[in-house]
């Protein structure tokens, strides 16, 4: 199976079903195939061949799908950037990638309308012989490195993948899926493939604006809604603020979430404000797109859970001497299965420290770096990431128990916490309706005394990342700017001047 197989597929069971919509527009699946097979041919005019890597860092539209299935078609490497890259890093990966083809928001006018000549000539590239096992997609994902590192993605692990998340949640033909993350980001771009799988139509919207998004996903008649985190919040803020009935029925069936934990109180707020709406949790990494998905039908079973391995897929948890512990005991999650990535472009050491042949089988093995157990079912409960997890006062903690006992707090919307350092102890930043005395109060009564944060500061927006994550190091930033000599000057912060006390202050 090949990425644009799917496509393919859906062409041929469904023609004129609705595939793509945006803000300018909308196309039917022959449609969509019309113009990924256009692009396949403006990409031969420009000399694109097999293993080729183009770079596009364009805005998320129909015309970014078409240029995908495209690339896929021509046997090159789609690398999909986030418009917001800065340059800094966008020259790191150029060089890491050596692509042939780098197209910017600057190209995208001129690109296209090469793209709609060959359409309406009806022009086709000379056919290429595309195999599973080449190179469909380039992730750049950022983690551990002071560079993006690129994650492999062969067609064969993306389609097991997508086939094998699309039976668990089941998208269908009569599905909305109303998807607001970049194709950047691999948790945007497998909602196109999911879509493709399921025959249904994806509405892309990341650029409009928040205040229309209540609005928005009830008048496009979403039925399934990917969430993270903070857009959970604002989801759920949002209809819980909505007065009188809304001028849109409510047609959401599912949200699937990732990214972090969402919060119990988040999700029994989606559950009132979309009556009969099920909440996915789901667990996992770029390097293997997805490790485990609570089935839709059991979103309120096992509300710690994690969910279930993807079908044909393990899940295991090993201790720091690579030996498998029982139910119950928490270790390193390693994922085992079709799903697992070759590992990073021309990254072997990072390559050989995340991806690991099986003692048994020499099948590679992704360790994550994060720790959880399983049960007796085989459910999975994950812990924290190992970046996440520290020592204080002598005990052993996770920034994520820490932000989840903020986040039980009545009047806490938002939970980030800054791990202490050498220099400065733990801290908790909020968005909050209570001042911080209040919320270290209440976090004591949640708590051991060791986990308590010294320090608390409100701010009417905590700072995130491209992927709806806190920017940790952004609020580690900003810790460290209000402690340093006073001739020092401190980048600006996408936040109103805190307020804060500390724990002291809390009693």
Known sequence: ?????????????????????????????????????????????????????VVVQWETTRELVALMFGVSRRGAVFVPLNPGMKQYHLESVIANAEPVLVLTADDAADTWAGIERSAAEGALAEPTAVSPLDIAVLVYTSGSTAAPKGVVEP??????????????????????????????????????????????????????????????????????????????????????????????????????????????????????????ARVVRQFGQTECKRITVMPPELDEHRPDSVGLPLPGTRVLIL??????????????????????????????????????????????????????????????????????????????????????????????????????????????FVEADLPPHTVLRELARRLEPQKVPSLCRVLERIPLTAHGKNATAELARLLDAATAPAAATAPAAATTAPTTTTAGDAR
């Open 1 to 53: 199976m090949l990425v644009h197989s799917f496509l393919d597929e859906a062409e041929a069971l469904a023609p004129d079903a609705h595939a793509v919509r945006d803000g300018s527009g909308r196309w039917t699946y022959r449609e969509l195939a019309r113009y990924s097979r256009a692009a396949e041919h403006w990409l031969q005019q420009r000399g694109v061949r097999h293993g080729d890597r």
């Open 319 to 428: 201790d720091e001497d690579g030996t498998e512990l029982g139910p119950g005991r928490v270790g390193e999650i390693v994922a085992a299965g079709p799903h697992v990535m070759p590992g990073y472009w021309r990254a072997p050491e990072l390559t050989a420290r995340a991806f690991r042949p099986d003692p048994l089988t020499g099948a590679l093995r992704l360790h994550t770096g994060d720790y959880g157990s399983l049960d007796e079912d085989g459910y999975l409960y994950f812990e924290g990431r190992r970046d996440d997890m520290f020592k204080r006062k002598g005990i052993r903690m996770s920034t994520l128990e820490i932000e989840a006992a903020a986040l039980d707090v009545p009047g806490v919307h938002a939970a980030a916490v800054v791990p202490p350092t050498d220099t400065r102890d733990l801290c908790l």
């Open 155 to 276: 067609h064969a692990q993306i389609a097991f993948a997508t086939m094998s998340i699309g039976q668990v949640l089941g998208y269908r033909d009569d599905d909305v899926v109303f998807c607001r993350f970049p194709v950047s980001w691999d948790y945007g771009l497998y909602k196109v493939l999911l879509s493709c799988h399921g025959r249904s139509e994806i509405v892309l919207a990341g650029a409009e604006s928040d205040l229309r998004l209540l609005g928005l996903i009830r008048s496009t008649g979403a039925t399934v809604v990917p969430i993270v985190p903070s857009l959970a919040a604002m989801i759920a803020t949002l209809a819980e603020r909505e007065t009188g009935l809304p001028e849109e029925p409510n047609r959401v069936r599912m949200f699937t979430n990732t990214g972090a934990a969402l919060p119990q109180s988040t999700i029994e707020k989606l559950r009132k404000s979309f009556d009969g």
